[in-house]
């Protein structure tokens, strides 16, 4: 089936750690995203990427960092430097780039990070 | 700058009940879409309707269904005789049409509606 994927689902890290989420799919979507999701709160965007070797900051992209070396592929890096990483990342992917309005974002399962 | 508002935070309805989840939105673009996602408890969001601007027609899907108004800036969606597998937070989204300059057209999201459907 296709689909996104994030792994892992749970995910606990040390202060001063850096640490990697996984997100894959195999829709063969051109544009990958990554959000934040904090309790009560919508989802902001950390870094988004539309074609692979490429990338761009969202919001809040300070403290984390991401590559796309290939088209299914979009690790997000969540480094020391984030004061408050506790909280639910999801990847999302569109089809067409995201350079039209009119696409449509995917979104994987999620990762829920914890800092002890 | 484009802004999503949805203001009920939390609201529990029992079973078989209707409820209305109501979406308010900014824009200074004439041309956008807007969009409901459903976070079920396992955290994933799923995508349940794209609606252009230019289109203001009501849109039914089951038990679904959106109230699209222009004039009040609302995209309001009502679940008629709820079950519990509805229970999850519900998430409105505007994109614009006006190309941000930063590379992609930026999705903004409402902070969302837990609707806990009591059985």
């Known amino acids: 089936d296709g689909g996104i994927t994030q792994s892992p689902k749970y995910l606990f890290r040390k202060e001063g750690q850096n640490v990697t989420l996984s997100c894959e799919q195999n829709l063969n979507h051109d544009a990958m995203y990554w959000y934040r999701q904090d309790p009560g709160q919508g989802l902001r965007l950390i870094y988004y990427s539309q074609i ?4 761009q900051k969202g919001d809040i992209a300070e403290g984390y960092s991401v590559s796309r070396e290939k088209k299914e592929s979009f690790p997000l890096t ?3 430097a984030q ?4 909280a639910f ?3 999302a992917s569109t089809p067409q780039g995201g350079r039209e309005y009119t696409d449509t974002q995917y979104f994987g ?3 829920r990070l914890t800092v002890l | 700058a484009q802004k999503v508002t949805q ?3 939390e609201i529990s309805v029992v079973e078989k009940e209707d409820v209305t989840l109501d979406c308010v939105y900014e824009t ?3 041309t956008y879409y807007l969009f409901w996602y459903k976070q079920p408890p396992s955290g994933e969001l799923v995508f349940l309707i794209r609606r252009n601007s230019f289109d203001e027609q009501n849109e039914i899907s089951g038990r679904y269904s959106w109230n ?3 004039s009040t800036s609302s995209f309001n969606f009502t679940i008629t005789a709820s079950q519990v597998v509805d229970s999850a937070v519900y998430f409105c989204a505007l994109s614009e049409a006006t190309y941000s300059g930063a590379g992609s057209y930026q999705l903004t999201f409402g902070k969302g509606t837990k609707l806990s459907v009591i059985p």
Do not use: I
């Not at chain 1, 004061?83 to 506790?86: G, H, L, S």
């Open chain 1, 52 to 55: 692979v070797n490429d990338f």
């Open chain 1, 109 to 111: 399962p999620g990762t």
């Open chain 1, 83 to 86: 004061k408050n990483p506790t």
């Open chain 2, 68 to 70: 699209f108004q222009k």
């Open chain 2, 7 to 9: 203001a009920q935070t």
């Open chain 2, 28 to 30: 200074r673009d004439t």
């Open chain 1, 89 to 91: 990342y999801l990847c």
């Open chain 1, 78 to 80: 969540v480094t020391s």
